[in-house]
């Protein structure tokens, strides 16, 4: 699971590098573009919108992987102070087994 979450992270971290990378580029290429009077084809605004909805439809879809990974992670504790005694019954979810025989 925690493999899971991180190629997800590491999937949304390249993705971010590469797209920081791409405009990077465009604005290199658009200033080489105006010192030559040329100007570098536009996107129409539909073709604008399929790529917004493309990329928000990849971004939901990692998103909602990400947080079933989360919600399957067990929830964390914190540790008793020095002279606490630690609970084991705080936050324990119900076993399969308990859910069977109610």
Do not use: C, H
Not at 3 to 23: D, E, Y
Not at 66 to 79: G, M, V, Y
Not at 81 to 99: I, R, T
């Amino acid at each position: 699971m925690i493999n899971k979450i991180n190629q997800i992270t590491s999937v949304i971290l390249m993705t971010t590098f590469l797209n920081i990378i791409n405009l990077s580029s465009n604005y290199v290429l658009s200033q080489v573009d105006s010192n030559n009077q040329q100007q570098p084809p536009e996107l129409t605004p539909q073709e604008t919108e399929q790529l917004e909805q493309e990329r928000q439809i990849e971004e939901e879809k990692l998103e909602g992987e990400l947080n079933i990974e989360r919600s399957n992670q067990p929830e964390w504790r914190e540790a008793p102070g020095p002279g606490e005694e630690l609970d084991l019954d705080q936050n324990v979810p119900e076993s399969p087994e308990e859910e069977i025989e109610d």
